[in-house]
């Protein structure tokens, strides 16, 4: 029997329960905020989270593999996502006036307003969902925790 047929060790098993819990909570959290969203503001959490990077953007616009990157999306799945949110007025792209090559996202006045309309509503659902995931005790030590990273920042 080689190393790689044994039973995992009980450290390997208990960070992949934890890796498992974690994921449980994220599935939780962007649940709730994405039907929150949906409701009173037709976004998707993808969606609040594009314009949230786009309104906060350090300059006028992003590139588009940035993008991608912050909402940890394929370039594929940045670019349907740009396309939607242009085709609904809340976003424009610009070529880069450097290289004419690079594309840059930009949220329009009309993205900034939803953006600043849906972060109380995505603030009060996180909230809502992290309260909801403290009250479960496999949850409670990573919403402390989330809680605490909160506090340094």
Avoid at 8 to 13: M, Q
Avoid at 17 to 41: D, F, M, S, V, Y
Avoid at 76 to 90: I, N, P
Wanted: glycine residues 4%; negative net charge; charged residues 20%.
């Amino acid at each position: 029997m080689s190393p790689s047929d044994a039973a995992p060790s009980n450290a390997v098993e208990a960070r992949a329960q934890g890796w498992r819990t974690l994921a449980a909570l994220q599935n939780r959290i962007e649940t709730q905020i994405e039907k929150a969203l949906q409701a009173k503001h037709g976004l998707s959490v993808n969606e609040f989270c594009a314009l949230h990077h786009l309104t906060g953007a350090e300059g006028p616009h992003t590139r588009m593999q940035q993008l991608a990157d912050m909402l940890v999306l394929s370039q594929s799945a940045t670019t349907r996502l740009v396309t939607r949110l242009e085709e609904r007025g809340l976003i424009t792209r610009v070529l880069s006036a450097e290289d004419r090559r690079g594309i840059y996202a930009q949220a329009t006045e009309l993205g900034r307003k939803l953006h600043d309309e849906a972060a109380p509503t995505h603030n009060s659902a996180l909230d809502a969902a992290l309260s909801e995931a403290a009250d479960l005790p496999e949850l409670t030590p990573l919403v402390h925790a989330l809680e605490s990273l909160s506090i340094k920042v």
